[in-house]
């Protein structure tokens, strides 16, 4: 079963606008990684950041993660008709099993030219 | 980053018929797993694929439904065995290695059981 939930489900924006997606985990983490999916194909790697990180910056892409909540967020500036995607988080236990990655449900996000 | 070829890209099959879907990555890697997406769902992780040994499959998934393959670091094979409708999903492979680097892709096999 899937650990994350991610808010919102759906979110539709104006080109330019930010977009904010949510993520929640339930279990300890060594890593919280957010991926992009276009029109259900690959998927493809976003940003990554690590338990000890409080916040990550990529281009026009901040993450920030709360271990003590257990939730992370993804912020998009300016955003772009080409955003249009579905955005999962994915948390990495470390360990033993690291590299098995545990999906949030994802956010599809539409942004409007 | 690697880049995973995966293949065939869709197929409709039979009920009651296998299906082998292939990943060759551009490089080696540590690490390979196979997913699956149901319908307007979110993946889920099938297993991971161990270079020369058996694939480590996780709860709810069993060998003889989707055995693995990884015979080296840069190919690795999943059968859907004996399918059913309920098989009916996009199965995708990534790859990757320690380093926090995150995980590459294949592009996925969407996969419709008749």
């Known amino acids: 079963s899937q650990q994350g939930e991610e808010d919102p489900q759906a979110l539709s924006i104006q080109e330019g606008e930010n977009a904010t997606m949510n993520c929640s985990y339930k279990t300890s983490i060594n890593n919280l990684q957010w991926y992009r999916q276009n029109s259900g194909r690959g998927l493809v790697h976003l940003i990554l950041i690590r338990s000890n990180e409080r916040e990550k910056h990529s281009g026009r892409l901040r993450v920030t993660l709360d271990t003590s909540k257990k939730s992370s967020s993804l912020l998009i500036t300016a955003s772009r008709a080409a955003d249009t995607a579905s955005y999962f988080c994915?948390?990495?236990?470390?360990?033993?099993?690291?590299?098995?990655?545990?999906f949030g449900q994802g956010t599809i996000l539409t942004v409007h030219p | 980053s690697a880049v995973i070829s995966q293949k065939p890209s869709r197929d409709i099959c039979q009920r009651g018929t296998s299906l082998t879907i292939q990943c060759q990555v551009d490089s080696q890697v540590t690490m390979m797993f196979w997913y699956r997406q149901q319908p307007g769902q979110s993946l889920t992780l099938i297993a991971t694929a161990n270079q020369g040994s058996e694939a480590t499959y996780e709860s709810g998934f069993v060998i003889d439904k989707f055995p693995i393959s990884r015979p080296n670091l840069t190919f690795s094979t999943l059968t859907v065995s004996n399918m059913s409708p309920e098989d009916s999903s996009i199965y995708l492979c990534s790859g990757g290695d320690r380093g926090g680097y995150g995980y590459t892709f294949g592009s996925g096999t969407r996969l419709t059981v008749v």
């Open positions: 994915a948390t990495d236990p470390g360990g033993t099993s690291y590299g098995k990655l545990t």
